[in-house]
T-cell receptor, first 113, second 112 residues
């Protein structure tokens, strides 16, 4: 158990809908990262927050947004969902925003029908 | 050309064999290197973290970095069926943007 929690574990929704994925980092970690992993694909970095501020952006679509709250938990919002958004979404946390190892949560499996 | 190249496999070896997993990269500024193990549909877990060149050993696992060749390796000794998983390499550089760059992962199958 990495100490990172993600909810929900599974999410099934329809095209055009909006969903919110939630992540709680390990105790004391200030950075949260969001990744997308499609079936049999590698990890695609979406976005990083450090202590409430956006630190880095990867291949995140404009339909997707995220935020990190004062208690350091983070939410990833996915809107106008398309079939191709079906994937595993992982959250990871690290102690700082630097060259730390990242600890991953169990993921949220999103299925868009 | 991708910044990090990793053979997706699958790599199938008999139990007890020594496994060698590799990644090549193009960015000479990368200075820290990680190996993660991911079981099917689970979150990746960190196996090894090495800085700059050299070897690091942890139990049955050895990570090796050759910066001159831009090549990193993970060796698994006495491989077990429980080692069957996808192994992802990740690396980064020390600057203001500490993004990890990830390999695509190699699927490893250990046959009993």
């Amino acid at each position: 158990d990495s100490g990172v929690t993600q909810t929900p574990k599974h999410l099934i929704t329809a095209t055009g809908q909006r969903v919110t994925l939630r992540c709680s980092p390990r105790s004391g970690d200030l950075s949260v990262y969001w990744y997308q992993q499609s079936l049999d694909q590698g990890l695609q970095f979406l976005i990083q927050y450090y202590n409430g501020e956006e630190r880095a952006k990867g291949n995140i679509l404009e339909r997707f947004s995220a935020q990190q709250f004062p208690d350091l938990h983070s939410e990833l919002n996915l809107s106008s969902l398309e079939l191709g958004d079906s994937a595993l979404y992982f959250c990871a946390s690290s102690p700082s925003g630097g060259a730390d190892e990242q600890f991953f949560g169990p993921g949220t499996r999103l299925t868009v029908l | 050309q991708k910044e990090v190249e990793q053979d997706p496999g699958p790599l199938s070896v008999p139990e007890g064999a020594i496994v060698s997993l590799n990644c090549t990269y193009s960015n000479s500024a990368f200075q820290y290197f990680m190996w993660y193990r991911q079981y099917s549909r689970k979150g990746p877990e960190l196996l090894m973290y090495t800085y700059s060149s050299g070897n690091k050993e942890d139990g049955r696992f050895t990570a090796q970095v050759d910066k001159s060749s831009k090549y990193i390796s993970l060796f698994i000794r006495d491989s077990q069926p429980s080692d069957s998983a996808t192994y992802l390499c990740a690396m980064g550089e020390f600057n203001s943007n500490y993004q990890l760059i990830w390999g695509a992962g190699t699927k490893l199958i250990i046959k009993p």
